[in-house]
């Protein structure tokens, strides 16, 4: 081909089959496997907030910690905000992404849900950082769930309060137990490396729908 010809760029062949066209090469047609296996994605409604939503990533899991809030927690509709915004500057570059599910009793945070897919000892970390940076104070409780069991953590300290459904605190039991607690802030440094922590575990879900209401 001469020096300088600009000629359009042509699929890769593999050498033709006896008694056949030219086969474009594998590599060539990834692209094209990859679109004709997309498939649509169904829809459910959210029970908290009456939207339809995608069901992709985790979203069946969070539907079920909601009505497992709603129901047998007793914690109020209006008391739960989907897709709480998390803003936080790591090294000098700002990076947004949100918390599945933020609980508030009588105007206080009290409980920062995320909700994941696979184990959720896995994500437990997520989840600390995530109650340590979504409020302007601490989160007492951190819980991660699948929507089938759930940890739950001390978000000030990282220790654990206990495992499983029935440890998530109901409504009743948060104001008895842990409502009279002091609130806890981070300090400027801490934050920075909590910040760190969350981005990176969150950079790596995937699959994950953006907030709702949002492209």
């Known amino acids: 081909m001469p020096r300088g010809c600009r000629c359009p760029r042509r ?9 056949g066209p030219p086969r474009r090469s ?37 539907q079920a910690v909601e009505r497992l809030l709603l129901g047998e927690k007793g914690y109020r509709r209006e008391e739960i905000t989907v897709d709480h915004p998390i803003e936080v500057t790591v090294r000098g570059v700002p990076y947004r992404s ?15 849900v995320s909700c994941v897919a696979g184990s959720v000892v896995s994500w437990e970390r997520m989840a600390v950082a995530a109650a340590r940076l979504a409020a302007e104070t601490i989160v007492p409780l951190a819980v991660v769930s699948d929507g089938r069991t759930a940890l739950v953590v001390d978000a000030a300290t990282g220790g654990r309060i206990g495992e499983g459904l029935e440890a998530i605190p109901s409504r009743a039991q948060w104001q008895a137990r842990f409502a009279a607690a002091r609130p806890a802030r981070l300090d400027p440094g801490r934050r920075e490396r909590e910040a760190l922590v969350f981005r990176s575990y969150d950079s790596d879900r995937v699959n994950v729908p953006p907030p709702a209401g949002k492209p």
């Open 98 to 112: 949100h918390l599945h599910l933020l609980v508030r009793v009588d105007g206080r945070a009290a409980l920062a």
């Open 26 to 62: 594998n590599r060539s047609m990834g692209n094209e496997v990859g679109r004709a296996s997309m498939k649509p994605f169904g829809t459910l409604v959210d029970a908290v907030t009456g939207r339809t939503v995608p069901n992709i990533g985790p979203e069946e899991n969070r």
């Open 11 to 19: 699929a890769a062949l593999e050498p033709p089959r006896a008694g």
